[in-house]
């Protein structure tokens, strides 16, 4: 075995401490030729006890259309909700979301697009785990078709066995067959059809009008976010994450606070305006 280069040990050292730090930096200014996919949840709105609580203020709500008309329409909403409930947030924008981390996918051109709307042994987990929220007060199932997700931040000394739990009937039901598969997050775990993720979801979107061709920027704050970090990357892009915690995101940003502040730059002197609701655009 050939000996090592004496310097490629101090070289990797000085790599990995360059990456680190990048990891610590602020993100660079927002360009108009990016594509923007966006988290919701403890990104563009603060993390509330149950889904139904987060507060939707004017200011993102002007914030989102401003950026669209700067970036050519290129933006989407990446997120674990459901694409009726982002509708429910934020009435009358009908943006390009992707719900159910990727699961579910509005088009720019609003095609709706379903993917494994009932992945096999969703029935039995959504019985199995209905049983664990009815004996625990303060747990919440939230049924959103192709995905269940049991939120315990109202019950946070139950975490332990919610994870255990969840994961065994999870490893059973997938011995049996299911084509499902566990997410974490922050105060939640979910269940969700193997092969799709925010990352797949990022991949559709940038092979299609007006993403394509462009700078693809994924900014979120959880470990489902992850995968949309590394699809930005695959497509010749980065990501932002936002608060503290592991990631392979390029650069980070501490709260949503910054995260509004951050996209308020480029938005600059767009003024708002809706998206596009003509019938000709259906
Ligand atoms: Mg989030």
Redesign the pocket.
């Known amino acids: 075995m050939p000996d090592r280069p004496p310097s490629s040990g101090s070289a990797r050292r000085a790599d990995r401490g360059a990456r680190r730090a990048l990891r610590r930096s602020s993100p660079r200014s927002l360009t108009a030729d990016c594509a923007l996919f966006l988290?919701?949840?403890?990104?563009l709105l603060d993390?509330a006890a149950t889904p139904d609580r987060v507060r939707v203020d004017a200011d993102i709500a002007a914030l989102l259309p401003a950026l669209a008309a700067t970036l050519g329409g290129a933006i989407a909403l990446i997120?674990?909700r459901a694409i009726a409930d982002v509708d429910r947030l934020f009435p009358g924008l009908c943006m390009p979301v992707a719900g159910q981390h990727g699961c579910e996918r509005r088009a720019a051109d609003r095609t709706l697009h379903h993917h494994a709307p009932a992945p096999a042994g969703i029935e039995r987990l959504r019985a199995e785990i209905g049983e664990l929220v009815a004996r625990h007060p303060g747990l919440l199932l939230e049924d959103k078709g192709s995905t269940l997700a049991l939120h315990y931040r109202r019950a946070p000394h139950l975490a332990g066995h919610v994870h255990r739990t969840v994961r065994a009937h999870l490893a059973s039901a997938i011995a049996e067959g299911a084509t499902l598969r566990l997410q974490t997050?922050?105060g939640i775990v979910e269940v969700r059809p193997d092969g799709r993720d925010k990352g797949t979801a990022v991949l559709e979107y940038m092979a299609e009008a007006p993403f394509a061709g462009r700078m693809p920027v994924f900014v979120?704050?959880?470990r489902?976010?992850e995968y949309g970090f590394a699809a930005a990357l695959r497509t010749g892009g980065w990501g932002v994450k936002v608060g503290p915690g592991r990631t392979n995101a390029h650069f980070r940003l501490p709260d949503v606070a910054a995260v509004r502040r951050w996209l308020g730059a480029l938005a600059g002197a767009a003024g708002p305006r809706s998206f596009d609701h003509s019938p000709e655009s259906t």
């Open positions: 988290d919701i949840d403890g990104t993390l997120t674990g997050g922050k979120g704050d959880d489902t976010d």
